[in-house]
C-alpha cells in the first residue's frame, strides 16, 4: 500500500459500515438517571403537598359550615340579602361583646366591649374598646356602665317573653337575640354607624382559642396578682415576655388591680391589653405554627361564640376578610377620668373614634 491511501478498516467491519460511521452525528449523552429520579420525587412530593393542603382546606371547610350553623342565625327566607348589600360588597358595622359567664360570677355583665367597621374593598377595619365602668349617656337609654347594658336588655326581653307564657329555658333564645338587636341599635346611635351585627363570646371561648392556638406570646407588663373566692379568680403573672396558654391570657386581659395596692392597672390599661392579645391572636392564626391548628379553633368559636349575622354572610364575610392581619386594623382604645362609679370618656377621643369609624364605613 502506498502513503496516502486510505486504511483498511477493522477486521469483521465492511467499508461501508466504515464510512457511514464517520459521516453520523455524534449523539447526545443520556441524562443520569439519578438526576431524574431525584425531579420525579421532588415532583411527587410537590403534588402530595398540594393533594394534602387541598384535603385540609376541604376539612376546614366543613368545620366552619359546622361552627358557622352553631353560630349564625338561619339565612332570610323571602326576602335574601342582596349581593350589592352583603358583607362581602359593602361595609359592615358590628357590635363585639366578651361576656362574663362564669357560675361564680353570677350575671352576665361585659366585660369587653368593642364596636368595629370592617371595609371589604380595603380589606381592614376600626376597633373601638370601651372602658367597661364607661358612663354611656345616651337619648332615649338609662344611665349605666357601659357593661350593663347588655345585660339590662337581655333581663327586659326575658321578663317580656316569660309574659307570653314561655318557660325560662323557652325565653332565653328569643330575649338573646332581643338583646342583641339592641345593643347594636344602642352603639349604632351612639358612634354614629350602623351596626347592624352584634357578635358574643363567653371567657370559656376566649380561653379555648388561646390554647386552640398553643399559646400566645405576650409582654406582661408588670407583676400581676390578684385572687377573688367570689368569683374564682386567681391571677398570678410575671412580667416580661412570655408565652400565656388560654387561662393566663384571660388574665392578663383582665386585670385591673393587686390586694398590696402596687402595680395598680386600670380600665383604659385593660383596653390596650385586650387589642394587643387580639392582634396577637390574628396573626398567630396566619402563622405557619397556627395554620393547622384552625380546626380547633373553629371548634372553639362554633362552641362558645353567637351572633345574629345569618350563615350566609358569616361564610362572605370569611371569603372578603380571608388573609387579613393585625397590620390591617387600627384599635382604638376610648380613654377618660374614673370618679366613683364611673368612667367620664375624654370627649375628643370619643369623637377621633367616631369619626374613625365612619371614615372607615365610607370607604
Keep these: 500500500m502506498s502513503q496516502g491511501s486510505n486504511p483498511l478498516p477493522p477486521r469483521g467491519a465492511s467499508r461501508r459500515s466504515a464510512a457511514s460511521s464517520s459521516s453520523s452525528p455524534v449523539k447526545a449523552p443520556k441524562k443520569p438517571k439519578k438526576k431524574r429520579s431525584v425531579l420525579r420525587t421532588i415532583l411527587l412530593l410537590v403534588l402530595a403537598v398540594v393533594i394534602l393542603a387541598g384535603g385540609y382546606l376541604v376539612y376546614l371547610g366543613l368545620k366552619a359550615n359546622e361552627a358557622i350553623g352553631q353560630i349564625g342565625i338561619e339565612d332570610p327566607k323571602g326576602t335574601p340579602i342582596p349581593a350589592a348589600e352583603s358583607v362581602k360588597k359593602k361595609s359592615v358595622g358590628m357590635v363585639l361583646l366578651g361576656l362574663d359567664t362564669r357560675a361564680k360570677a353570677n350575671g352576665m355583665n361585659t366585660d369587653v366591649m368593642m364596636v368595629a367597621a370592617f371595609n371589604p374593598n380595603t380589606k381592614s377595619a376600626v376597633v373601638v374598646s370601651i372602658p367597661r365602668d364607661s358612663l354611656l349617656r345616651l337619648d332615649g337609654y338609662a344611665e349605666r356602665k357601659a357593661n350593663g347594658h347588655y345585660n339590662a336588655f337581655y333581663r327586659q326581653a326575658l321578663e317580656k317573653e316569660i309574659d307570653k307564657g314561655l318557660s325560662a329555658k323557652e325565653a332565653r333564645e328569643p330575649a338573646e337575640a332581643d338583646a342583641k338587636r339592641a345593643i347594636g341599635e344602642m352603639m349604632s346611635q351612639y358612634f354614629g354607624i350602623d351596626a347592624k351585627y352584634t357578635a358574643v363570646i363567653n371567657f370559656q371561648g376566649f380561653i379555648d382559642v388561646v390554647d386552640a392556638l398553643g399559646g400566645i406570646e405576650v409582654d406582661?407588663?408588670?407583676?400581676?396578682?390578684?385572687?377573688?373566692?367570689?368569683?374564682?379568680?386567681?391571677?398570678?403573672?410575671?412580667?416580661?415576655?412570655?408565652?400565656?396558654?388560654?387561662?393566663?391570657?384571660?388574665?392578663?386581659?383582665?386585670?385591673?388591680?393587686?390586694?398590696?395596692?402596687?402595680?395598680?392597672?386600670?380600665?383604659?390599661?385593660r383596653n390596650k391589653r385586650e387589642s394587643q392579645v387580639i392582634a396577637k391572636i390574628v396573626d398567630k392564626m396566619k402563622s405557619l405554627d397556627g395554620i393547622p391548628k384552625l380546626g380547633n379553633v373553629i371548634d372553639a368559636v362554633g362552641d362558645n361564640m353567637e351572633t345574629n349575622m345569618p350563615s350566609s354572610e358569616i361564610r362572605n364575610m370569611m371569603a372578603a376578610y380571608f388573609g387579613i392581619g393585625s397590620g390591617d386594623v387600627q384599635f382604638i382604645p376610648l380613654e377618660g377620668s374614673w370618679k366613683s362609679p364611673y368612667v367620664y370618656l375624654d370627649e375628643a377621643k370619643l369623637e377621633a373614634a367616631r369619626a374613625a369609624l365612619q371614615a372607615k364605613m365610607a370607604e
Design 220 to 269: 406582661v407588663d408588670m407583676d400581676m396578682k390578684w385572687s377573688d373566692s367570689i368569683d374564682g379568680t386567681d391571677i398570678d403573672l410575671k412580667k416580661g415576655y412570655q408565652l400565656l396558654d388560654g387561662d393566663q391570657a384571660l388574665d392578663f386581659v383582665r386585670y385591673r388591680k393587686s390586694k398590696d395596692g402596687k402595680n395598680m392597672s386600670s380600665d383604659f390599661d
